[in-house]
């Protein structure tokens, strides 16, 4: 199965414009679109959202998230992945990163795993 990405809510909506015209066939939401966790969701939330829906996130939430996503794991949930945006990271280095995600890995590949943008 092909990734599907959830972007933070934190991360520039042109991120999601920019992925998308390297590929169009993407399958990318952002927190606050429809089908996606609605603005301002909590963490813990995001977390549930992501393994029902099995979308990977992409977020730069060094803060709080790592807490939660211990928590979430602690209680047996799972994840499709999470990437973490290293701090000024330009737009076009987020997004041919994304890009190879997406083609060279399958979803199944990120269960549980997470990594950083650049790798």
């Known amino acids: 199965m092909k990734v599907r990405f959830l972007l933070d809510e934190n ?5 999601k414009v920019a992925l998308l015209r390297l590929n169009p ?3 990318i939401l952002r927190v606050g679109e429809p089908d996606a966790p609605e603005l301002g969701t909590l963490d813990p939330d995001v977390l549930r959202y992501l393994e029902l ?4 996130l992409v977020t730069d939430n060094r803060a709080s998230m790592p ?3 211990e928590e979430h794991w602690n209680v047996g949930g799972h994840i499709w992945g999470l990437l973490w945006i290293r701090p000024k990271t330009p737009i076009g280095v987020i997004c ?3 890009l190879l995600v997406w083609e060279a ?6 269960i549980d795993r997470l990594d950083w943008i650049p790798f």
């Not at 991360?11 to 991120?15: D, G, I, M, V």
């Open 53 to 56: 829906s099995q979308r990977l």
């Open 25 to 27: 066939q993407i399958d």
């Open 96 to 98: 041919q990163e994304l």
């Open 67 to 69: 807490g939660h996503l």
């Open 105 to 110: 890995t399958e979803a199944e590949e990120w």
């Open 11 to 15: 991360l520039a909506p042109r991120l």
